[in-house]
C-alpha cells in the first residue's frame, strides 16, 4: 500500500506559481497519481491525475520523474480562491482497483 | 465525472440513537465509499461499497456499527449505529468507475453531531 508523504503547510501570495511536492515512494508499477483539492465544508474535488512525466489540464500541471518516487502539483498564478487543502494519492490501477487512503494534505494559504 | 448528492445534509442526534445517510448519484458507477472526516483532519476511509457484495470494512469499522447497503449502481446507505459523541464528524461519499484509473468524485457531506 503506497504511503504518501506532503508538507503540512504552505504560504503563499496572489499571482505566484506555487509547487507542492509530494513523495510516494513504495509507489506500485500500475498505480496512477491523483491530486484532490478540499474547500471547508465541501468534499475533496478532483483536480488531475497522471502516471509518469508531465500532465496539464486548465487548473494544473503535475509533474512526475522518471522513478515516479514522487510527483509535484503546480498551480500557476494563484488566487486567494486556492486557499485550501490538497491531497496527493496513489493507487486506483486499471482493471484492479485499489483502495485509497488520504495522507494529511497540504493546507495551501495564499495571502493578498 | 459523476454529480452526487447526500442527505441529510447535516444532523444533530441523541446518543444511543442511529442516523442513516443516503448518497445518491446521477450515474451507474461500479465503485463506492465511506469516508469519516473529523474537523480540521484528513478522510479516514470506512469502507468500499460494490453493487450486489457485501461491503469491505477498514480495520478499525465494523457493520454492526455502520452498516451499508448498496441495492443498485447509483445508491448507497450508510447507517451509524448507537451513536456515541465520538461518532461526530462529516461522513462522504464518493464514488469511482474500474474501468478508469481510479479518480473519486465526492458528494458534499453529511456534518454529524451526536449529544
Known amino acids: 500500500l503506497a504511503k504518501t508523504t506532503q508538507p503540512i503547510s504552505m504560504d503563499s501570495y496572489e499571482g505566484q506559481e506555487v509547487n507542492i511536492t509530494c513523495s510516494h515512494n513504495?509507489?506500485?508499477?500500475?498505480?496512477?497519481i491523483t491530486w484532490y483539492q478540499q474547500f471547508p465544508s465541501q468534499g475533496p474535488r478532483f483536480i488531475i491525475q497522471?502516471?509518469?512525466t508531465k500532465v496539464t489540464n486548465e487548473v494544473a500541471s503535475l509533474f512526475i520523474p522518471a522513478d515516479r518516487k514522487s510527483s509535484t502539483l503546480s498551480l500557476p498564478r494563484v488566487s486567494l480562491s486556492d486557499t485550501a487543502v490538497y491531497y496527493c494519492?496513489?493507487?486506483?490501477?486499471?482493471?484492479?482497483?485499489?483502495?485509497?487512503?488520504f495522507g494529511s494534505g497540504t493546507k495551501l494559504n495564499v495571502k493578498p | 465525472s459523476a454529480v452526487i448528492s447526500q442527505k441529510p445534509s447535516r444532523d444533530i442526534c441523541q446518543r444511543g440513537t442511529s442516523l442513516t445517510i443516503q448518497c445518491q448519484v446521477d450515474?451507474?458507477?461500479?465503485?463506492m465509499f465511506w469516508y469519516r472526516q473529523q474537523p480540521g483532519q484528513s478522510l479516514t476511509l470506512i469502507a468500499t461499497?460494490?453493487?450486489?457484495?457485501?461491503?469491505?470494512?477498514e480495520s478499525g469499522f465494523v457493520i454492526d456499527k455502520f452498516p451499508i447497503s448498496r441495492p443498485n449502481l447509483t445508491f448507497s446507505t450508510l447507517t451509524v449505529s448507537n451513536m456515541s459523541p465520538e461518532d461526530s464528524s462529516i461522513y462522504l461519499c464518493?464514488?469511482?468507475?474500474?474501468?478508469?484509473?481510479?479518480?473519486?468524485?465526492f458528494g458534499p457531506g453529511t456534518r454529524l453531531t451526536v449529544t
Open positions: 464518493s464514488v469511482a468507475q474500474t474501468s478508469g484509473r481510479g479518480e473519486q468524485y
Open positions: 513504495n509507489i506500485a508499477t500500475n498505480d496512477y
Open positions: 497522471g502516471y509518469k
Open positions: 494519492l496513489v493507487g486506483g490501477a486499471l482493471y484492479n482497483f485499489n483502495k485509497f487512503y
Open positions: 450515474s451507474q458507477v461500479t465503485m
Open positions: 461499497a460494490n453493487q450486489g457484495s457485501e461491503a469491505t470494512y
